[in-house]
């Protein structure tokens, strides 16, 4: 269920990067990306008023993305559901999930390894930088693992 609830919020994210595209995506994302590691985040309420101020720029493309994220995930887990079953694939969408979400951690939710989701928070919380960079090493383990080196890892 967890990994179902994941892959609806990664869709999610890929649709509204699409939308955001066309206006100056890469103006916003270093915008971001040295904010996230230029600087130590005091307490979470730097991110809620990043995403407060994004969305009230840009309700409507909100809007849409939610609109396509529902018939999208329900397409994706019903066509492919099988397929996201395999061990491959778990590889797969948790290295997407660390180069993307990697500081938040979401890779480590969606293997099931719920108290290193939560270290990757505490770490983010005190210094951004380093769990931009661990979600980064992380992306590349995953990378050069094999499926029998991946799975114990997925707990």
Known sequence: ???????????????????????AI????????????????HNFSDIYYAIKGYVSVHAGKVLIALALTVPISLWII???????????????????????????GAHRFYLGQIGWGIVFLIILYFFAPLAVVLGFI??????????????????
């Open 26 to 41: 890469a103006y916003d994302a270093f915008a971001w990306l040295s904010h996230l590691t230029g600087l130590v985040i």
């Open 78 to 104: 019903k066509n492919k559901g099988d397929e996201l079953r395999k061990p491959h694939s778990h590889r797969k969408i948790a290295i997407v999930l660390a180069v993307f979400l990697g500081w938040l």
């Open 138 to 155: 992380d992306a590349i383990r995953y990378m050069f693992m094999t499926d029998d080196e991946f799975e114990p890892a997925r707990v």
């Open 1 to 23: 269920m967890l990994q179902k609830i994941i892959l609806a919020i990664v869709v999610f994210i890929v649709i509204l990067l699409a939308l955001t595209f066309g206006e």
